[in-house]
Nanobody, 123 residues
Framework: QVRLVESGGGLVQAGGSLRLSCATE????????MAWFRQAPGKEREFVAA????????YSADPVRGRFTISRDNTKNTVYLQMNSLKPEDTAVYYC????????????????WGQGTQVTVSS
């Protein structure tokens, strides 16, 4: 079991920046692929970015590529999402997710989730 706790959300003006953090517990953080998803009001949850257990490979969705950066610090059991040039359409609840590197789940599915943190971008 992996417990995920997000922080760093808030209200920001368009063009501004925020950094989200997702802290985990346990000594096996390095065995997990981590990701960020988001869900805007009235919309389905969507993939934002992911990072492999080593941190060497990252993946991001088209709407955020070039503006958002996912990273991780395996010494602190924490994954980050640096969000720059924020737009009103980035407004959503952002969720941290994890899957074990040996998981049999389909490639882009995750089975551990945080509670979410609200990000609101004003125009």
């Amino acid at each position: 079991q992996v417990r995920l706790v997000e922080s760093g959300g808030g209200l920001v003006q368009a063009g501004g920046s925020l950094r989200l953090s997702c802290a985990t517990e346990g000594r096996t953080f390095i065995m997990y692929k981590m990701a960020w998803f988001r869900q805007a009001p009235g919309k389905e949850r969507e993939f934002v970015a992911a990072i492999d257990p080593s941190g060497r490979n990252t993946y991001s969705a088209d709407p955020v590529r070039g503006r958002f950066t996912i990273s991780r610090d395996n010494t602190k059991n924490t994954v980050y999402l640096q969000m720059n040039s924020l737009k009103p359409e980035d407004t959503a609840v952002y969720y941290c997710a994890a899957r074990h590197r040996s998981s049999n789940l389909p490639v882009n599915e995750y089975n551990f989730w945080g509670q979410g943190t609200q990000v609101t971008v004003s125009s």
